[in-house]
């Protein structure tokens, strides 16, 4: 018995609420760092609270995909719980740059540090389904496309919500500016445009896509699916988790390393790129969070995260014929290079205009980034554990933030002297340790069908 073969549109709203999810991302991306410093975090301080992120992936993430292998019910397996967290999230994005509201109880950067942890707990609880979404629904055939319309998508929603401040001041006049202490009304306006458009494109999935059942899955398994590890049904509560880690199959232990370092990088590029650069290319001093000159330099951030995720997106529809040629390990590995070194560029960029270049370099790898490892690792895990590894997987993508997290300001305070432009080359190296690593790493499927 084999899984039926998917249309391009299919697939297409299958995943289509990660364009909503990405969106709120790339407005959390984009601009946290920059409301956090409005409410008075220092700029050495920045990664601690960012540090909220990957602890929230690092809980929810290999818990949802548990829970979400082992339920059926009237809305499937995975939609009710991409649902759940884009309520959740929205809640959030809504909150954060409204923290001031609750002054009367809590200072705003505490509110808003914990409207980041909402945030970051509910879009961790709906991204895990929906990578696991791919894994049960598509033919292996199928799964780099699948994937790859995914990034697609990843792509178009952080390129609305990178742009959307920008957009809301240069095209319909609303101010980007802040009296002390306050964050700019068109920052306010992004973060609930944001909120509806993940609510509904979330609703387009869970309105659009049917799921097999648990005993269709079962039925689709192969030869070579049984072969995997861990394609047993036996469990014992949520502490399988801790033994399918001790499990995991090789390939899967190879790639780790490889996300270790990938995310390493990107975390730093998120978090200093803001504070990186309005001092090195704008020229304020690292203490300037409030000034007009300040909150250009942060639209220009929106504007370059936003080049970097077009990129990814039409660079993702290439991966699949890229792959085709290259194989996957090969494709990856260079798509890394390139924005290890798109990275490193910021720093010798003569002006703003210029960082485009960078972001460019930087897209192709982020398609990469969100496409090809779960493509390999979805070959060398058994169905009957794809969420739960899809979760695990999780681990090697929010442990390297943690470890960036704190060790990131303290790095940018004493080793780089309040030069925050320095944790992005410190980030375009750890791309190119990631290339090197995909070495090691074995595509099981690449194997089998050859």
């Known amino acids: 018995m084999e899984k039926r073969r998917l ?4 697939i297409w709203n299958m995943s289509f609420g990660f364009l909503g999810i990405q969106m709120g991302f790339a407005l959390q991306n984009a601009n946290a760092s920059r ?28 818990i949802v995909g548990y829970y979400s292998d082992k339920t059926w019910g009237r809305l499937g397996r995975r939609k009710p719980y991409f649902l759940v967290g884009a309520i959740l999230a929205s809640v959030g994005l809504i909150l954060m740059p409204q923290a001031d509201m609750f002054i009367a109880f809590l200072p705003a950067l505490w509110v808003g540090a914990g409207m980041l942890m909402i945030m970051d707990a509910s879009f961790n609880m709906a991204m895990e389904p929906f990578r696991a979404l791919v894994g049960d629904n598509l033919r292996t055939d199928q799964r780099t496309l699948g994937f790859s319309v995914q990034t697609a998508l990843i792509g178009f929603g952080a390129v609305i919500g990178s742009w959307l401040p920008y957009v809301l001041t240069n095209w319909f006049g609303i101010s980007n500016k802040t009296a002390e202490g306050g964050v700019p009304l068109h920052l306010i306006l992004s973060f609930v ?24 899955l079962a039925g689709f398994e192969t030869e070579h699916d049984q072969d995997k590890p861990n394609g047993d049904e036996k469990t014992s509560g949520l502490l399988d988790i801790f033994e399918d880690f001790k499990k995991m199959p090789m390939t899967m232990r190879r790639l780790s390393w490889v996300q270790f370092f990938s995310w390493f990088g990107l975390f730093g590029l998120w978090v200093f790129a ?12 690292y203490t300037d969070s409030t000034s007009a000159l300040y909150q250009d330099a942060g639209d220009w951030v929106g ?38 070194l798109g990275l490193i560029s910021m720093y010798f960029m003569p002006d703003k205009n210029w960082l485009i270049i960078s972001m460019i370099a930087v897209g192709i790898a982020w398609a990469s980034i969100l496409a090809m490892p779960y493509a390999i690792l979805a070959g060398s895990i058994s169905p009957k554990k794809m969420g739960v590894y899809m979760g695990i997987f999780n681990f090697f ?11 990131g300001g303290p790095l940018v305070k004493y080793a780089y002297g309040n030069h925050a432009v320095f944790a992005l080359i410190t980030s375009g190296v750890s791309f190119l340790i990631a290339a090197a690593l995909m070495s090691k790493v074995k595509d099981v499927d690449d194997v089998v069908q050859s």
Not at 329 to 335: E, R, V, W
Not at 397 to 407: H, K, M, Y
Request: net charge neutral; aromatic share 12%; charged share 10%.
């Open 274 to 285: 803001t504070p990186a650069i309005a001092q090195h290319t704008y020229g304020l001093p």
């Open 397 to 407: 993508i929010v442990i390297p933030q943690i470890i960036n997290a704190l060790i």
């Open 7 to 10: 249309s391009f549109w299919q």
């Open 35 to 62: 409301i956090l410093q409005i409410f008075g975090a220092d700029v050495h301080e920045l990664s601690w609270f960012w540090i909220i992120a990957p602890l929230m992936g690092l809980i929810v993430q290999p």
């Open 193 to 216: 445009i944001g909120a509806v458009i993940l609510i509904v494109s979330i609703l387009v999935t869970v309105m659009t896509t049917k799921e097999y059942t648990p005993e269709e």
């Open 303 to 340: 504007i370059l995260f936003g080049v970097y995720n077009l990129v990814s997106a039409f660079y993702a529809f290439a991966l699949p014929y890229i792959a085709k040629t290259l194989g996957r390990k090969n494709t990856h590995a260079l798509s890394l290079i390139v924005g290890g």
